[in-house]
């Protein structure tokens, strides 16, 4: 497993490093300092599994990174490490195609598992973002969702369907929502298709920005509140 780590302090890095050797026995880390040799190691390693990108990298931004590399390397998923975990800048990133967000608070046990459920194809949300009160995302179009959805209601899902939303909503890859909902991987996908085009999304990660910016809510066990005596 080969594993691009970028991030401008070299005690992160090997503490990220460190981190990492509880993933896997074959972990492979390579170093970047910086947005340039970011881009370049992702260009000369053509096998890598994973990038571990911090914000505040110098040169262009981490931002800008991160939509350079979902152009240039649209199969690499990219996971934030931030010392920065405002709803905001998690939402921001996750716009820009980023497959989770792990703030550095996090502890080692947080990050492996945010990591293995990133590698086995699903993402990671901090859950203040998934599930925090008040605040609404400022994304703009095309991630926020359609003016005319106000309600659960209005997106025309079905209750599996919204179970589905509920266990995207966690970062559940498809397997692992076949498994909790006991369903067919065809059946998973086509729900998860359901879903995206009732948002008006293309990604699962846009799923999640719509969602918080329609204010729809989860209860304790991951699944979606419908609002009661609307109309």
Known sequence: MDILVADDHQLIREALCNVLDGLAEDVSVFEAPD????L???????????VLL???????????????LRKT???????????HEERDTVLAALNRGAAGFIPKSSSTPVM??????????????????????GGQASEPEPTSPP??????????????QLQVLALLMKGYP???????????????KAHVSAVLKALDVDSRTRAVVAVEALGLTLDPQGQVVPERNQG
């Open 35 to 38: 947005c340039d040799q970011t």
């Open 40 to 50: 370049r190691l992702a260009d000369e390693q053509v096998d890598l599994d994973l």
């Open 54 to 68: 911090d914000l505040g990298l110098p040169g262009i931004g981490g931002i800008e990174t991160l939509t350079h």
């Open 73 to 83: 390397h649209p199969a690499l998923p990219v996971v934030i490490i931030s010392a």
């Open 112 to 133: 492996l598992n945010a990591l293995r459920l990133v590698l086995s194809g699903g993402f990671y949300v901090p859950p203040h973002v998934v599930v925090g009160v």
């Open 147 to 160: 003016s005319s959805l106000r309600s659960v209601r209005d997106l025309g899902l079905t209750g599996r």
């Open 174 to 188: 498809n397997k692992l929502i076949c498994r909790e909902l006991d369903l067919a991987e065809g059946t998973v």
